[in-house]
């Protein structure tokens, strides 16, 4: 007899993208941003205590519930602080969908998606973006489906486009479903769907430490709805899924708002740079609301090699080997020296 | 129509022991280790870059793997490292145990098991300990119970008894399903279960850094198997559940082995020490291989009233209001200092 369900030894766990050792590499494959954290949140960190490491944290991550409260204008029982957004996402799907129960996501979106799902064996219905040249648009009757959960990128990763929040109210009125709105790059974007949250009880937002507020190597993350919801997703978390060092940080890093939109200014100025820069160079670019951007290589022109010919020059950029995306790579917004750097290998290896 | 699986509807999440914000509060209630880390954990903390914090972490945690595998005489591929142990029983209760499938577990034990078997809407098997006087022994028969995963905590918590390695040997080699050894107080205890992972493919270890190494605040567990099935775990698992913060920190302080193994003696000898005094006065008490007790309270006294007492005196201990513990107080194991006010509160209550 096999130790584990017939649905996990079928599966293949998620593949996160590379993660090398090597500082000198330029890295602009897995959408960190390429600014440090807050410095307040750097002295956080320095400040922990030998009695604060030695105690257990608090269940509940309050200082940071508190603090994301405030920023946002919701009462503190509207928020769940997670482990990263990740964790956000398997205490969500746990929640609302059992086996065989429907989970339904657009595509392409997050890879992880379809990961959560069959990990649950629940029924998985992906639902494909009606793509328009370089529009990334809900399908029709998308709110009419039938699943326990709907997940959406917004903006979208791979795509970096951007649903409208009208779009959304309309699905979230139509859906009878939970739909998880995920904002993991929305710092990036002109418009998020917070104020969904007043009207749809049916609707969740998950918000992330990592991207717009460089922390990716604390895994922060949060989740946003009406408090009834939080208040049984409470049930399904870890009892201290926030260890003290990261409520600490994290608290500190959203608290210096002026410093994260300082870095979100300068990401955004340099991703239209670069997304005229690579137009001009032949590639084609959806218009991005997030700090990547998903260039389709010039006519003729091979994407997995040019993936392979940037890594050789120590560039990591994304690519994936999935249906619709086999002729893109996605590209991080990296430092102004980072981008230049990568257009100037481009222009290279092009040539 | 609820957002909610019923089963999730129906549970009641796990509470967790209180986490007063007051430092003043002695604090016998949670089984922390009453001295704070190793200082090379303070020292890897406050030496964290920017840009560790900015980047995304190992997802395998790869620095901790090596150094676990080095202390246990294992191989890397044996190690899954997590965030916390309660995040490793997530894991492998939904590897192992889908809906409907039985997840057995020892009472009086972990009063998370049967919220984790909830959640999964798995069917709990609650089997009790054969209780002959102060000492707490596996059923018989116990072997031979059909269930996908059987949770045994050694030394058990809230005993503090501990099940001779021979034993769980017995079990495993007849038991159909996953043995988990839940040792997260193994450091206090004369021997462990790690011999049997050589000879029992159906054995996992769970080990934390939140006892033996006074890291609690910082969530940090680990799991011990053969290859095979720690490579099914990593597909349920975050794809980066330890940050880059808490590698450093549980790394550091793991290979200061010669100051945790001090701490350890420390308690045991207090751990002995406070058990003869609070027999002396009348307590009935297992002997524990633990960081804490269980102590019966004299004939004719009221557990609840004295958790109370002791409560309004700003000394903390952990009382459970379920079936066969209601005469009982689980009492960590603290400094001297601590424990003689412990004492000498006691001492006073009940004269």
Known sequence: M????????????????????DV???????NENPYPPSPAAIEAIRQVTPEQLRR??????RAFRLAAAKVHGVSPDMIIATNGGDELLSIVVRACAGEN?????????????????????????????ELQGNDWKLPNGLAGISAKLLLIVNPN??????????????????FGGLLLVDEAYVDFAPQSALPLLQRHSNVILLRSMSKGYGLAGLRFGYGIAQPGLIAELNKVRDSYPCDAVAIGAATAALQDQPYAQRTWQRVIAEREALTQKLRAKGFSIPSS???????TVPAGRDAAALYQQLKDRNILVRYFALPGLRDKLRITIGTPEQNSALLAAITSLLS
Request: aromatic share 8%; glycine share 8%; no cysteine.
């Open 2 to 21: 096999s130790l584990v369900r017939s649905n996990i030894g079928a599966m293949h766990g998620y593949t996160p993208g590379e993660q090398p050792g």
């Open 24 to 30: 000198s590499v330029i890295k602009l494959n897995t």
């Open 56 to 61: 257990y944290p608090q269940p509940d991550a």
């Open 101 to 129: 129960d429907t989970i339904a996501w657009l595509e392409p979106g997050y890879s992880l998606y379809p990961v959560l799902a069959a990990m649950q064996a629940a029924r998985p219905m992906p639902v494909q973006y």
């Open 157 to 174: 990763a791979p795509s970096g486009t951007l649903v409208p929040v009208e779009q959304l109210s309309e699905l979230a009125a139509g």
């Open 289 to 295: 609301h997030s700090n990547f951007i998903l260039a």
